[in-house]
């Protein structure tokens, strides 16, 4: 027989055998072997898709800072409303709205400042994303990531900018969390006039998003449903969350602290996620939010002091790695699961990072 031949195998072969054959084929073409498990990871990522989770990342990060039973947020959180700007910038970017203008000047300039363009006009189905990605189209010189956070949010002097302002934001999110069902809405009074309130409807939508939370924070599932006033304990979960400790690096990622995507079983706001493009790094980017924002210790009051500095401490980290460009790649935190190398993902992850790079310099309330 000739040298380069050998006897046809009959089943399953083993994976060394499937590697050694590859090896050996690719060898004459002069191309790459690859194993099982990096051809198992090349044919997943083929089926990866842009579909987009029920819950925006506004929605999100709302969900985090609402009270359950109250049906407001804080009234002393004056950075929400700015980080929910920069999450309508990341939700745009993850739809292929928006990109990172491309010119001879742009790598010379600080992440942040990049001007943005639009890339896309077809209707992402949420109102307030529609109406952003009006307002960037119909500007008169591109913009950077920096300014347009300050635009929509109306962090401006000149008032000849204040039409750029997107008004009634969380009341407009909370509207639209009553239409999915996950919030009602009652009326509350307070003092001298009434308000409408939103009180949480179906706790399941919270519950998952703070699942996701503590995936990324690197801590156990097992504290991420606390037991809340007027609804009956979970099957299964603690009586009582009260002063619990928790160590980072008791999650799915193990005490090395990588990312990892761990889909939830049963889930109903984020079915086929494990199916998502950029479900992990929608993760991260809705951690950067919560930290930003000053809503990330809300679902880890029930833990102890240093549980918590330590999840605000890796939430920073996340920030720092994922807030500049190129990632940082040597960090511990980085994962290639996020970077997927294609020039049409690259283009998301550089708006993320320039959103990102802007929540870093927000002055924090935790």
């Known amino acids: 027989m000739a040298e380069g031949l050998s006897r046809r195998r009959v089943g399953t072969p083993r994976v060394e055998d499937e590697t050694i054959a590859t090896t050996n084929a690719s060898t004459s073409n002069n191309t790459p072997a690859l194993s099982r498990s990096q051809s198992a990871s090349a044919d997943v990522g083929k089926t990866k898709t842009d579909k987009a989770p029920l819950l925006t990342l506004m929605e999100e990060t709302l969900l985090l800072g609402l009270k359950d039973q109250e049906g407001y947020l804080s009234f ?26 491309k010119d001879a000047f742009t790598g010379m300039t600080n992440i942040s400042d990049r001007p943005i363009e639009v890339i896309s006009i077809k209707p992402t189905g949420e109102v307030l994303l529609d109406e952003a990605l009006k307002t960037i189209k119909g500007s008169e010189s591109p913009r950077a990531v920096a300014s347009w956070m300050d635009l929509l949010s109306g962090e401006t002097w000149n008032i000849a900018k204040a039409g750029y302002q997107l008004k009634q934001v969380r009341e407009r999110l909370a509207k639209g969390l009553v239409d999915k069902g996950v919030l009602r809405t009652e009326k509350r009074n307070f003092l001298f006039f009434d308000m409408a309130t939103h009180p949480v409807q179906d706790p ?52 090395g602290g990588r990312l990892t995507m761990a889909p939830v079983a049963n889930t109903r706001f984020y079915r086929g996620e494990e199916d998502a493009r950029f479900a992990l790094l929608r993760r991260v980017c809705l951690v950067a939010a919560a930290c930003a924002g000053s809503v990330l210790e809300n679902p880890l009051t029930h833990m102890d002091m240093e549980t918590r500095d330590r999840a605000v401490s890796r939430a920073e980290n996340l920030m720092e790695v994922y807030g500049h460009w190129p990632y940082k790649k040597d960090s511990p935190l980085y994962t290639q699961e996020i970077d997927s190398g294609e020039a049409g993902d690259m283009m998301v992850e550089e708006v993320v990072a320039a959103v990102i790079s802007v929540m870093r310099k927000m002055d924090k309330l935790i």
Do not use: H
């Open 76 to 101: 002393w959180n004056d950075s929400l409303s700015y980080v929910l700007r920069g999450c309508m910038l990341m939700e745009l970017a993850f739809r292929r709205r928006i990109r990172i203008t």
């Open 204 to 255: 399941r939508a919270k519950d998952e998003v703070i699942v996701r939370v503590m995936d990324t924070l690197n801590l156990p599932r097992s504290a991420a449903i606390p037991t809340r006033a007027g609804r009956p304990n979970t099957p299964g979960s603690p009586a009582s969350y009260g002063g619990s400790r928790y160590n980072i690096g008791q999650g799915i990622g193990g005490q």
